[in-house]
């Protein structure tokens, strides 16, 4: 195993997609097999130890979130562990490369992460649309059973665990993990009140824990190599490593994993080989579209949950968009709310009359016809829309973030629109 | 039409599928997305039909079994060609092109977002971020991704469509 990529170094190291034994000559299962000799409760307390925090957008500590589940030991099919690989983040591709060329350690993580909880049936929730993890995932996880390292009495010991996926329909609401549960029971993906939160009651009814595949795939090498050496890895207040990504236009668009605070600068300019020739970044978004643009001033910090925090953003799933100056900003933003009104699952008022309603102003402004006070009325419907109390889950939130943060950045961009009754763009 | 009728209008290798999933899960009706995808999976699309047949084997209304299929933008409750192209338009393809190639498909197709060719071959739907973003814009025909599209390559990767 690469001990500084734990991840997608061993990708490398083999020249392409990691099957079983190619895995496990890479010292991959030995965590599991550790892991199955340990106590739940000592698995729960060494990934609080190791600070491992949810990779999925929010960042949730992971141990504290296992923790949850706490209790009355072992009844079968009682508890339930949900790997979420719904991927649909504007922006994110991170998993889809977990899941194609590296799937083992996403069930190893599945392995020790069930035995932590008392989970014996666990679901990978995969995106409709990604034909090729499911191709590789089925693959690993048919190996896995025929090893005996998945079914009944797994390694040779009494535990069992079943492993199943569930190929979505679409919709990203999926992704929002009570959502997620429904769509799991074969329901409509609405959200769920919260509480109860899914570890008290999720999948029918049971306690489930959901995580998203990057976080599951960190739960091997924390096993394997202990707390201490998983901080080790990062720089800063946050612990491990990081798939960070970047997408549009750098000489080398694609994902690394770093250490994670590694700074924005590093990322694009080393890592991404700089904007290409001719272009000049204006802003990014840091985590996906639901995340709030920043600009130069920001690239010298840490891609960690803090620092990120700390400028009004977050760093959500950690692979990047990129705006140059060829891009305008209302006109993607116009795009970005495209995609927000359509995904809204249609529950609440202020996201499905709302979200359409900004997109309807956006095209307005860009093509032309926006008037003067356009701008301060989609800053108060932005503040209403965005309010986290206004909405029953988090989309409409996220959808507003990208949006009220470019009206501060790029202001003079919106004025321009509506003084001179065109995109500057066009 | 009596129940087994109904039921019938599914083929076995349809029901077979469908009680395999449904066995390993806690209810029946939990299997009502993953019917609807097998049977689009051999037919194309979820006709009334083969609605009304799921909807009798799993034990639940059809019109609980609509709004469900309705929900999901990867169940065809309209008829489709014989292969679906999906251009991805969300943010990270937007910024490299995705309108442009958009325009490109629909000329060469001869049509618009949610129509199919008169041969029947092609429906040409939107889709949002198909998570490679780092090889935009991207499109998908069918099982197939493709990255790094250009309008130039078009011609080519349709013809591998017959
Ligand atoms: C609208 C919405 C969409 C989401 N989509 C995803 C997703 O595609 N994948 C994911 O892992 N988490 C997604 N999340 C976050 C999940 O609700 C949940 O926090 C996460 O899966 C927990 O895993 P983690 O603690 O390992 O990060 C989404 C949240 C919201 C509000
Ligand atoms: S905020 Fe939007 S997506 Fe969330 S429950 Fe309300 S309508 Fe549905
Ligand atoms: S935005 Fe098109 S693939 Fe991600």
Known sequence: ?426 | MSEAALVQILSDDEIREIEEEAAHLPDRKSAAIDAMMIVQRYRGWVSDESLGAIARLLGMSVENLDSIATFYNLIYRKPVGRHVVMVCDSVSCYVMGADGLRKAVEEHLGIALGETTEDDRFTLLPIVCLGACDRAPTMMVDDELIGDVTPEALEEIFARFA
């Open chain 1, 1 to 426: 195993m690469d001990d500084t990529r734990p991840l997608i170094g061993i990708i490398d190291t083999v020249g392409g997609a990691v099957d079983r034994l190619a895995y496990e000559s890479h010292g991959g299962y030995e965590a599991a097999r550790k892991a199955l000799g340990m106590q739940p409760d000592d698995i729960i307390d060494l990934v609080t130890e190791a600070n491992l925090r949810g990779r999925g957008g929010a960042g949730f500590g992971t141990g504290m979130k296992w923790g949850f589940t706490r209790g009355p030991a072992r009844t079968p099919g009682g508890k339930y562990l949900v790997c979420n690989a719904d991927e649909m983040e504007p922006g994110t591709f991170k998993d889809r490369y977990l899941l194609e060329y590296n799937p083992h350690i996403l069930i190893e993580g599945m392995i020790v992460a069930a035995h932590a909880i008392h989970a014996e049936t666990a679901y990978v929730f995969l995106r409709g649309e990604y034909h090729e993890p499911f191709r590789e995932l089925t693959k690993a996880i048919d190996d896995a059973y025929a090893q005996g390292y998945l079914g009944r009495g797994i390694f040779g010991t009494d535990i069992n665990l079943e492993l199943r996926i569930h190929r979505s329909a679409g919709r990203y609401i999926c992704g929002e993990e009570t959502a997620l549960l429904n769509a799991l029971e074969g329901k409509r993906a609405q959200p769920r009140q919260k509480p109860p939160f899914p570890p008290a009651s999720g999948a029918w009814g049971r306690p489930t824990i959901v995580n998203n595949v990057e976080t599951l795939c960190n739960v091997p090498g924390i096993v394997r190599n202990g707390a201490d050496w998983y901080h080790s890895l990062g720089t800063g207040d946050d612990a491990g490593t990081k798939i960070y990504g970047v997408s549009g236009r750098v000489n080398k668009p694609g994902l690394w994993e770093l250490p994670i605070g590694t700074t924005i600068r590093e990322i694009i300019e080393e890592h991404a080989g700089g904007m290409r020739e001719g272009y000049k970044l204006r802003g990014l978004l840091p985590g996906g579209a639901s995340t709030d643009f920043l600009v130069e001033e920001h690239l010298d910090l840490a891609m960690d949950y803090g620092t990120i925090q700390k400028a009004g953003s977050r760093m959500g799933t950690g692979t990047m968009i990129l705006m140059d100056d060829s891009i305008c900003p209302v006109d993607m933003c116009r795009n970005l709310e495209h995609f927000f009104a359509q995904e809204s699952c249609g529950f609440c008022t202020p996201c499905r009359e709302g979200l359409p309603w900004v997109e309807e102003l956006l095209i307005e402004i860009e093509e032309g016809r926006g008037k003067e006070g356009d701008l301060e009325l989609l800053d108060r419907n932005a503040m209403f829309i965005g309010g986290v109390t206004n909405t029953f889950c988090l989309h409409a939130p996220g959808a507003i973030e990208p949006l009220a943060s470019a009206l501060r950045y790029f202001r003079d961009d919106f004025e321009e629109h509506i003084r001179q009754g065109k995109c500057p763009y066009r």
